[in-house]
């Protein structure tokens, strides 16, 4: 009788001592900010080019201390985020919504966020989306295509970064983005002049007008030369000929 209530105060005091040491677990694990996310992507599937679209992540706190979720950015312009950082009390949520514009986009188009947290389970994060973009500019007007040039996110990629720039550096710039196969999509908006043949007088004639006074057959090129309304000075346009006329023959 003795062993039987001996053996019956060890197993409950095995059960206490387990659950103490999950318990104590358990505290260790929520005495802290804890990040869930409802989703790390979103397909928002087929849309016309020129397209505003938007979607939301929600970040919630499920530990027992504030979270800071900071430094939030993406390197495109064109994606626009509604904060840089937020302060998320224990048992709260906040909600990120991702705006893109999908003027002068084509084909499969991803996008990604970037961000950094006080959790210490995921100091470092991301957020990706995608979508479809069809059309691939047929309905992209003479007129709108200056947008590349007027409107702030657009001239962010294809005019800012390429500011003071001379031949390959002003090429990868403004003109990789829509000339040469990317991660973002491996559908080209334009010809990949990398790959042309320059020591034919004719093309290289034909490109330097085109950069210069914009495209008759295509509606998304518009004229880069200062005197046609674009950005570029008459020796920014000479040097991404030289550049191209530089490269090693197809």
């Excluded at 260790?28 to 992540?57: H, I, N, Y």
């Excluded at 706190?61 to 937020?86: A, H, M, Q, R, Y």
């Excluded at 999908?102 to 188009?109: C, D, P, S």
Aim: aromatic share 8%; with cysteine.
């Amino acid at each position: 009788m003795k062993f039987e209530k001996k053996s019956v105060a060890i197993a409950l005091g095995l059960i206490f001592l387990v659950i103490g040491g999950l318990l104590v677990y358990f505290l260790q694990q929520k005495m802290r900010p804890v990040l869930k996310l409802d989703a790390t992507s979103r397909d928002l599937g087929q849309v016309e080019e020129g397209k505003d679209l938007a979607a939301s992540f929600l970040f919630s706190n499920e530990g027992f201390k504030p979270l800071e979720i900071f430094d939030v950015k993406t390197d495109c312009g064109c994606t626009d985020l509604s904060w840089k950082s937020v302060r998320i009390e224990p048992g709260k949520s906040s909600k990120l919504t991702v705006r893109i514009d999908t003027a002068m986009k084509q084909g499969l188009v991803t996008k990604q966020i970037r961000f950094a947290s006080n959790d210490p389970d995921m100091s470092f994060g991301s957020l990706n989306m995608q979508v479809e973009v069809e059309n691939l500019h047929e309905n992209l007007t003479v007129g709108g295509r200056a947008k590349i040039f007027s409107d702030e996110k657009c001239a962010h990629c294809h005019v800012d970064m390429g500011v003071g720039a001379f031949g390959k550096e002003l090429y990868d710039a403004d003109c990789a983005m829509c000339h040469r196969p990317g991660k973002e999509s491996k559908i080209l908006v334009g010809p990949e002049l990398e790959k042309g043949d320059f020591s034919d007088a004719d093309y290289l004639k034909h490109v330097r007008q085109v950069i210069s006074f914009g495209s008759k057959t295509h509606k998304s090129m518009p004229g880069f030369l200062d005197a046609a309304g674009g950005p570029l000075a008459k020796e920014q346009v000479e040097s991404l000929v030289d550049y191209l006329k530089g490269l090693k023959k197809p």
